[in-house]
């Protein structure tokens, strides 16, 4: 790709920008949520034209216009949102659009089976061909996809965020296939806030800012805080150097909080001004725990005592009322409302206290958008702008001023930083060190390890649904914490 710009009414999002990707190579591609890489990425998939520039295949300079022309040249995208027939088996989705025929015209079941399983063995997926995509995984169904991609005889594969959905064994597998992939001579693009997956897998990675190519190198001659700061002029151990007041008095306890078959006895307090941290491995109960105690989902026994006082949580609506809100791992179905306005998103937990007799006061709904998009600095054109235009950063501030629009004091954070960038990742830590020092407290998950350990007070670490310690600020080490949450005391 050279000199490729590309203008939308009022904003430049790409400038002058080239990229160059060989044959067999694995590119990584890096940079703050709007420096452009998401936009670089439609052009070349057709989604997006651009305003100017070239698109060069194997030499040959090409004209994608649209998805089909991307595909057609040997182009395909691996997106952290799987898309993917969950209706229909593997095979029917690999050969969706172009069914085998036998002689006689019919569906040839036989060959459809037997070719699928063989792309699955050769790339060393445990799945079986006839199996219904929605009865896998959803690490299982992204390495199905990059398997149909690898059938389809792509030459290039972009993976965006791949990893952020998988737990350490299933990253390892899909590391696997992409090695597998580029001794096929296949080459990748991928993206990625983990910065420390790219220094296990890529071979050189593209640094852009404000829509243009800031850097370009091997990754054997840079780091982590060379990389950072090239991003965003931050070193790694700057992002986690929030504050840490002394928390106050206890304003919640979690008494032997029980769900049948999911978790069990899981007893913590939380104090005023204080980060507790949750952490353990995928499908440890982690997300099940907070969401009993946003009552989401039912627990069967334990107390609850907030600020002294014993409450039943049995609804969303009644953690609300007692200022609990819930920031969801999975914000865009859980946390927000994608195609209304920031402004209708931010105000949505509270346009009671703006309404009278059912009629909403607009100037209150557009003031108090106004104050959330100015007081945590979202980028946005306007309040009136739909959230899914928004990236993954500012959605997420979108959800915390929803809450602090509330007024709520106890935050529970399931996954804040999950794909948003390192430059985002500090504001949503300097959002935090603000609520704390508001008197707020936070429950905290993140699955990494790094994050957690630099930003969190305490940490319980959950195994199967069990608490199995909790450990305080200083007195642990990545080592003692994957013990645990392997279930290793």
């Given at each position: 790709?050279?000199?490729?710009?590309?203008?939308?009414?009022?904003?430049?999002?790409?400038?002058?920008?080239?990229?160059?990707?060989?044959?067999?190579?694995?590119?990584?591609?890096?940079?703050?949520?709007?420096?452009?890489?998401?936009?670089?990425?439609?052009?070349?998939?057709?989604?997006?034209?651009?305003?100017?520039?070239?698109?060069?295949?194997?030499?040959?300079?090409?004209?994608?216009?649209?998805?089909?022309?991307?595909?057609?040249?040997?182009?395909?995208?691996?997106?952290?949102?799987?898309?993917?027939?969950?209706?229909?088996?593997?095979?029917?989705?690999?050969?969706?659009?172009?069914?085998?025929?036998?002689?006689?015209?019919?569906?040839?079941?036989?060959?459809?089976?037997?070719?699928?399983?063989?792309?699955?063995?050769?790339?060393?997926?445990?799945?079986?061909?006839?199996?219904?995509?929605?009865?896998?995984?959803?690490?299982?169904?992204?390495?199905?996809?990059?398997?149909?991609?690898?059938?389809?005889?792509?030459k290039l594969i972009i993976f965006d965020e791949p990893t952020a959905l998988l737990s350490n064994e299933e990253v390892k597998e899909l590391f696997s296939i992409i090695r597998r992939l580029k001794q096929e001579g296949v080459a990748s693009i991928y993206i990625s806030h983990r910065l420390e997956e790219l220094f296990e897998l890529c071979d050189t990675v593209s640094v852009m800012k404000d829509g243009r190519l800031s850097a370009e190198m091997k990754i054997s001659e840079t780091d982590q805080d060379d990389l950072i700061s090239k991003m965003v002029g931050r070193?790694?151990?700057?992002?986690?150097?929030?504050?840490?007041?002394?928390?106050?008095?206890?304003?919640?306890?979690?008494?032997?909080?029980?769900?049948?078959?999911?978790?069990?006895?899981?007893?913590?307090?939380?104090?005023?001004?204080?980060?507790?941290?949750?952490?353990?491995?995928?499908?440890?109960?982690?997300?099940?725990?907070?969401?009993?105690?946003?009552?989401?989902?039912?627990?069967?026994?334990?107390?609850?005592?907030?600020?002294?006082?014993?409450?039943?949580?049995?609804?969303?609506?009644?953690?609300?009322?007692?200022?609990?809100?819930?920031?969801?791992?999975?914000?865009?179905?859980?946390?927000?409302?994608?195609?209304?306005?920031?402004?209708?998103?931010?105000?949505?937990?509270?346009?009671?206290?703006?309404?009278?007799?059912?009629?909403?006061?607009?100037?209150?709904?557009?003031?108090?958008?106004?104050?959330?998009?100015?007081?945590?600095?979202?980028?946005?054109?306007?309040?009136?702008?739909?959230?899914?235009?928004?990236?993954?950063?500012?959605?997420?501030?979108?959800?915390?001023?929803?809450?602090?629009?509330?007024?709520?004091?106890?935050?529970?954070?399931?996954?804040?930083?999950?794909?948003?960038?390192?430059?985002?990742?500090?504001?949503?830590?300097?959002?935090?060190?603000?609520?704390?020092?508001?008197?707020?407290?936070?429950?905290?998950?993140?699955?990494?390890?790094?994050?957690?350990?630099?930003?969190?007070?305490?940490?319980?670490?959950?195994?199967?649904?069990?608490?199995?310690?909790?450990?305080?600020?200083?007195?642990?080490?990545?080592?003692?914490?994957?013990?645990?949450?392997?279930?290793?005391?």
């Amino acid at each position: 790709m050279e000199h490729v710009s590309k203008e939308f009414p009022g904003v430049k999002a790409l400038d002058d920008m080239s990229l160059t990707v060989h044959e067999g190579e694995v590119h990584a591609l890096v940079g703050e949520n709007g420096a452009g890489k998401s936009t670089l990425i439609k052009i070349l998939m057709g989604v997006f034209q651009m305003s100017s520039g070239s698109i060069y295949i194997e030499g040959e300079r090409v004209d994608i216009r649209n998805p089909i022309d991307a595909a057609e040249l040997g182009l395909s995208a691996v997106y952290q949102d799987i898309t993917i027939a969950s209706h229909l088996t593997v095979a029917e989705n690999f050969f969706l659009g172009r069914l085998p025929k036998t002689v006689v015209g019919l569906v040839d079941w036989k060959t459809m089976y037997s070719d699928t399983q063989a792309v699955l063995d050769e790339l060393n997926i445990h799945v079986d061909a006839a199996a219904l995509v929605r009865t896998l995984s959803a690490a299982q169904q992204e390495m199905v996809l990059i398997a149909k991609k690898y059938f389809e005889h792509s030459k290039l594969i972009i993976f965006d965020e791949p990893t952020a959905l998988l737990s350490n064994e299933e990253v390892k597998e899909l590391f696997s296939i992409i090695r597998r992939l580029k001794q096929e001579g296949v080459a990748s693009i991928y993206i990625s806030h983990r910065l420390e997956e790219l220094f296990e897998l890529c071979d050189t990675v593209s640094v852009m800012k404000d829509g243009r190519l800031s850097a370009e190198m091997k990754i054997s001659e840079t780091d982590q805080d060379d990389l950072i700061s090239k991003m965003v002029g931050r070193t790694v151990e700057d992002m986690y150097s929030i504050s840490h007041a002394e928390p106050r008095e206890e304003i919640l306890k979690v008494e032997h909080l029980t769900r049948t078959n999911v978790f069990e006895d899981i007893s913590f307090t939380l104090r005023r001004g204080e980060i507790f941290g949750i952490f353990g491995l995928v499908g440890s109960g982690r997300t099940e725990i907070v969401k009993a105690l946003y009552g989401a989902d039912r627990y069967d026994s334990g107390t609850i005592i907030l600020e002294g006082r014993e409450i039943v949580l049995r609804s969303p609506a009644q953690a609300i009322r007692h200022g609990i809100g819930l920031l969801p791992e999975d914000r865009k179905n859980e946390g927000l409302t994608l195609h209304t306005s920031v402004e209708h998103n931010i105000n949505m937990a509270s346009y009671r206290e703006i309404s009278t007799c059912g009629c909403i006061n607009l100037k209150k709904e557009r003031m108090r958008s106004m104050q959330q998009i100015d007081d945590m600095r979202i980028k946005t054109p306007s309040e009136r702008q739909k959230v899914v235009n928004l990236s993954g950063g500012n959605q997420q501030k979108v959800v915390i001023g929803k809450w602090l629009c509330r007024n709520s004091s106890i935050f529970i954070f399931d996954e804040p930083t999950v794909g948003i960038d390192v430059g985002a990742k500090s504001e949503i830590y300097i959002l935090l060190e603000k609520l704390l020092k508001e008197g707020n407290s936070i429950i905290m998950i993140s699955s990494y390890l790094p994050e957690i350990m630099g930003i969190a007070d305490r940490i319980m670490v959950i195994h199967e649904g069990r608490q199995m310690d909790t450990l305080v600020r200083g007195t642990y080490s990545e080592e003692t914490l994957l013990k645990l949450a392997s279930g290793i005391h």
